[in-house]
């Protein structure tokens, strides 16, 4: 399963910026494709409750359902072009970005010809019904994260995880302005990602909390979202969220950053955007506070950055905005290298 997670994480990362050719694609898509079908077949013949798995799959592709029926999809997929070495090159008739959050190519399956499916053998051509309904004309990952979302369904401990608990290769990263999922397990619908967010531990190693921060007569609990020692994404939440994400074992620390703290931005990014960020140039340990049990009680203050300059505005970013709460829940905004 890594390896269809990091294959996924590798063709996304790969879109981002304007698409010269449609073939320089090719390869890592077929590499995903290759990995759904690996581990379909893993599970059918190596895994050790394969029967289970066989029963669960047949039956889910009997009742017409559409993650079953995904994993058909890229079996077509997969041996058009493994028997006849004809790809199925993704067409890429979509960008979407500006200058400031980059630019990102979206790759549509496209159709197989005829001439190629009347060669294929019957088992295989038997499959296209399925292709033609789950993949032909959808955009490349969104298909590959519903294959990932399948395994995860029928088989829970499937999925490869990083040493914080996230799947490895995901959350995606963030595209200012874009709704399209960014973690297979997402809902497509704004508000169910928002109560599937909340529901989860958020996005990276630990939170730094530095401070509330009343808006709209509101307080909020404000700070840094560290992966390992950088933080791209600051956060915002209310208290009660803060007591649940504690209570899911997710970190919160109380510290004061050095006042060497670096800042500024990232300019190299395959899509022509520039990512802010704050480094600590000591290791974390010298400087962090103990673990947070419960949210700072009293009013607004901040031990980093100013609060009427830098928190206020990113309070309302984030309450005016979902996708912009979305990136600071996940943590999804970072360089792409």
């Known amino acids: 399963m890594r390896d269809l997670q990091v294959s996924t994480a590798d063709y996304y990362r790969n879109t981002s910026g304007f ?3 449609p073939d320089q694609f090719t390869t890592p898509a077929r590499a995903a494709v290759a990995f759904v079908v690996k581990v379909h077949e893993v599970l059918l013949k190596d895994f050790g409750q394969q029967s289970k798995y066989r029963v669960v799959f047949d039956d889910r592709l009997a009742s017409g359902d559409r993650g079953a029926e995904t994993i058909e999809g890229f079996r077509y997929l997969r041996n058009v072009g493994q028997h006849l070495i004809h790809p199925v090159v993704p067409s890429t008739n979509a960008v979407v970005g500006g200058m400031n959050v980059g630019y990102r190519s979206y790759g549509l399956w496209e159709q197989v010809p005829r001439s190629i499916h009347i060669r294929l ?54 595209q200012a302005g874009v709704p399209s999922r960014l ?13 599937w967010m909340k529901a989860l531990p958020p996005g990276g ?24 020692s950088v933080s791209y994404t600051p956060f915002v ?6 007591v649940r994400d504690i209570q899911t074992g997710y970190r919160y620390h109380r510290g004061v950053p050095g006042t060497d703290m670096a800042s ?8 022509g955007a520039t990512v802010n960020y704050f480094a600590s140039p000591d290791p974390i340990d010298k400087w962090i506070g103990p673990p947070v049990v419960r949210p700072p009680s009293g009013g607004d203050y901040s031990t980093f950055g100013d609060l009427r300059s830098f928190w206020r505005p990113v309070v ?3 309450i005016a905005d979902l996708l912009t709460a979305r990136e600071q829940r996940m943590a999804a905004w970072f360089p792409i290298t």
């Open 237 to 242: 939440e209310r208290d009660e969220q803060v």
């Open 316 to 318: 309302l970013h984030s």
């Open 205 to 228: 190693d630990f939170r730094l909390v530095c401070g509330r921060c009343t808006v709209q007569g509101v307080s909020y609990v404000v700070g840094l979202t560290f992966r390992g």
């Open 121 to 174: 053998r019957s088992g295989t051509q038997s499959l296209k019904g399925f292709y033609d309904r789950h993949l032909l004309g959808e955009e490349v990952v969104a298909t590959l994260l519903n294959a990932a979302r399948f395994f995860a369904e029928v088989c829970p401990m499937i999925p490869h995880r990083s040493d914080s608990g996230e799947w490895t290769g995901f959350p995606l990263r963030h």
């Open 183 to 195: 973690h297979p397990l997402e809902p497509a619908e704004s508000a169910k990602s928002q109560r």
């Open 264 to 271: 500024g931005t990232v300019p190299y990014d395959l899509g």
């Open 19 to 21: 698409l010269e050719l």
